[in-house]
């Protein structure tokens, strides 16, 4: 039973990309089919700015003609800053539970990456860390949220076979709205902030300069944290373009100070479960269904993606009070909405104050996401010589795809 990995070089052979988890997960309950154009747009250098500025490649695993698993590869050039080794990353894994699968694919994935002289191999990152984040180790009895991953339970004992390691946890936490809060978290939410501070909801008429004021405060706000890669005004222009149709202005919330916007929190409706029985298609009367489920309030679930405050504030007294004021902005918007369940993620296993405050509150940390690393040697003479003509970053193009 031969097996083979081959590079994806055209739209047929990523529409395959895209379908491999779909043979993974067959059996899996849990399991929630992304949007088949969705997907199309996110590996597509038109729609992701993502693969404008990065190097990366994409392969498919073949036994006997049948594609049987999938990885990508990745150089960030704004990865590298701040760090004292080349860094690439790894993503999109998804495979059959072979280890000969799972270790051609990840041989492969290292041999390209080592060839650009990179040192340090980190991952799961789909495609950045500004997207979906790490390989599901706990929590797999459930349905990931919205831009969250889900990966079958031996997916782990396969990275680790081959030489993985945990470097960071990241938590998923999950707050029941049915679940009345603790007297002690009321009085939190009742304790006032001063009266330079105020909260206000997201103004749809000042819609761009709302995206970007999110986007300066998640820069400045994440800056100092582990892993961390700004998100840039092409992204953010992206983000506005996706979001659009999912936001409502009484779920997205901003503290400012004087006048001056210095905190958010962004909640969007939990896309998956709206469109998990589509088996990935919109056509021909997916998109009716979809709208309908997202106006008629039948979606019970929904997700927090987005929050920071300014770092100037985040170590006063008035800072670490924010987060939890915005949080009590959202709730009874969340309870209009008739959300049943609030994701809160991701949260870096480090964060302890913020893990605090979403305990305080009654969340829990329901499912754990792993960023597994390795160091790579050396590239092997023939591999180094092979590659050293092609050693400049590939141009895509939308039309070639990748």
Same mark, same amino acid.
């Given at each position: 039973?031969?097996?083979?990995?081959?590079?994806?070089?055209?739209?047929?052979?990523?529409?395959?990309?895209? #379908?491999?988890?779909?043979?993974?997960?067959?059996?899996?309950?849990?399991?929630?089919?992304?949007? /088949?154009?969705?997907?199309?747009?996110?590996?597509?250098?038109?729609?992701?700015?993502?693969?404008?500025? +990065?190097?990366?490649?994409?392969?498919?695993?073949?036994?006997?003609? *049948?594609?049987?698993?999938?990885?990508?590869?990745?150089?960030?050039? /704004?990865?590298?800053?701040?760090?004292?080794?080349?860094?690439?990353?790894?993503?999109?894994?998804?495979?059959?539970?072979? &280890?000969?699968? !799972?270790?051609?694919?990840?041989?492969?994935?290292?041999?390209?990456?080592?060839?650009?002289?990179?040192?340090?191999?980190? $991952?799961?990152?789909?495609?950045?860390?500004?997207?979906?984040?790490?390989?599901?180790?706990?929590?797999?009895?459930?349905?990931?949220?919205?831009?969250?991953?889900?990966?079958?339970?031996? =997916?782990? =004992?396969?990275?680790?076979?081959?030489?993985?390691?945990?470097?960071?946890?990241?938590?998923?936490?999950?707050?029941?709205?049915?679940?009345?809060?603790?007297?002690?978290?009321? #009085?939190?939410?009742?304790? &006032?902030?001063?009266?330079?501070?105020?909260?206000?909801?997201?103004? !749809?008429?000042?819609?761009?300069?709302?995206?970007? *004021?999110?986007?300066?405060?998640?820069?400045?706000?994440?800056?100092?944290?582990?892993?961390?890669?700004?998100?840039?005004?092409?992204? =953010?222009? +992206?983000?506005?373009?996706?979001?659009?149709?999912?936001?409502?202005? *009484?779920?997205?919330?901003?503290?400012?100070?004087?006048?001056?916007?210095?905190?958010?929190?962004?909640?969007?409706?939990?896309?998956?479960?709206?469109?998990?029985?589509?088996?990935?298609?919109?056509?021909? !009367? $997916?998109?009716?269904?979809? /709208?309908? *489920?997202?106006?008629?309030?039948?979606?019970?679930?929904?997700?927090?993606?987005?929050?920071?405050? #300014?770092?100037?504030?985040?170590?006063?007294?008035?800072?670490?009070?924010?987060?939890?004021?915005?949080?009590?902005?959202?709730?009874?918007?969340?309870?209009?909405?008739?959300?049943?369940?609030?994701?809160?993620?991701?949260?870096?296993?480090?964060?302890?104050?913020?893990?605090?405050?979403?305990?305080?509150?009654?969340?829990?940390?329901?499912?754990?996401?792993?960023?597994?690393?390795?160091?790579? $040697?050396?590239?092997?003479?023939?591999? +180094?010589?092979?590659?050293?003509?092609?050693?400049?970053?590939?141009?895509?193009?939308?039309? +070639?795809?990748?």
């Amino acid at each position: 039973m031969s097996l083979e990995i081959v590079r994806v070089t055209d739209r047929a052979m990523l529409r395959r990309f895209i #379908r491999v988890p779909f043979a993974v997960h067959e059996h899996d309950n849990a399991w929630a089919p992304p949007l /088949l154009t969705e997907r199309e747009q996110a590996f597509s250098p038109k729609d992701n700015p993502f693969l404008r500025r +990065a190097e990366v490649r994409f392969w498919l695993a073949r036994r006997n003609g *049948r594609d049987v698993g999938r990885i990508t590869a990745q150089i960030d050039p /704004l990865a590298q800053q701040g760090s004292d080794e080349r860094v690439g990353h790894f993503g999109c894994l998804s495979a059959k539970d072979d &280890p000969e699968v !799972f270790a051609a694919l990840l041989r492969t994935a290292e041999d390209f990456l080592r060839s650009r002289g990179v040192t340090h191999v980190q $991952g799961p990152f789909s495609l950045s860390i500004n997207e979906e984040t790490g390989l599901l180790v706990d929590g797999f009895d459930t349905p990931p949220m919205l831009l969250m991953g889900h990966d079958p339970v031996y =997916a782990a =004992a396969r990275l680790e076979a081959l030489g993985y390691r945990k470097e960071k946890d990241v938590y998923a936490y999950l707050l029941d709205m049915e679940t009345p809060l603790s007297s002690s978290a009321r #009085r939190m939410l009742e304790r &006032p902030l001063p009266a330079s501070i105020t909260m206000r909801r997201l103004n !749809f008429k000042d819609y761009a300069n709302e995206i970007r *004021r999110i986007v300066d405060i998640y820069n400045d706000a994440w800056s100092g944290n582990w892993g961390f890669v700004p998100l840039t005004e092409p992204e =953010a222009e +992206a983000m506005a373009k996706q979001m659009r149709m999912l936001l409502d202005d *009484r779920l997205v919330w901003f503290a400012e100070a004087d006048g001056r916007a210095v905190a958010f929190i962004v909640t969007l409706p939990n896309l998956n479960e709206a469109v998990r029985d589509l088996d990935g298609r919109l056509f021909p !009367f $997916g998109w009716a269904k979809l /709208l309908w *489920r997202l106006k008629s309030h039948r979606v019970k679930s929904a997700r927090v993606p987005l929050m920071g405050v #300014r770092r100037s504030l985040s170590e006063t007294l008035i800072g670490s009070a924010i987060p939890l004021q915005l949080i009590g902005s959202l709730l009874p918007s969340n309870t209009a909405f008739g959300f049943r369940w609030i994701e809160l993620s991701w949260i870096l296993e480090d964060n302890l104050p913020m893990r605090r405050i979403l305990e305080r509150l009654g969340a829990r940390a329901y499912k754990t996401y792993r960023v597994y690393g390795k160091m790579l $040697g050396p590239p092997p003479a023939a591999l +180094a010589a092979q590659t050293s003509s092609t050693n400049r970053p590939t141009k895509l193009t939308p039309q +070639a795809q990748l």
